[in-house]
């Protein structure tokens, strides 16, 4: 994971220790919930004011503009 994070130019030792330190592990789980309790079965999923769309995101967006 270090040599990822540093070929997209972020420091490879800072994400190898916040995962360790399970930095971020209480915002997965907080997400991973939230899209479960809304009915997301994978990823990527997208969400126009509330609502899942699957096709057409382009005019769902625009339509709540």
């Given at each position: 994971i270090?040599?990822?994070a540093d070929?997209?130019?972020v420091?490879?030792?800072e994400v190898r220790s916040?995962?360790?330190n399970e930095e971020y592990l209480p915002e997965?789980?907080?997400d991973r919930k939230s899209g479960s309790d809304r009915g997301v079965?994978?990823?990527p999923s997208v969400f126009v004011n509330g609502e899942q769309v699957n096709?057409?995101?382009a005019s769902?967006?625009?339509s709540e503009l």
């Open positions: 270090e040599t990822a070929e997209v130019g420091d490879g030792g916040a995962v360790e997965v789980k907080a079965s994978g990823t096709e057409g995101l769902a967006i625009e």
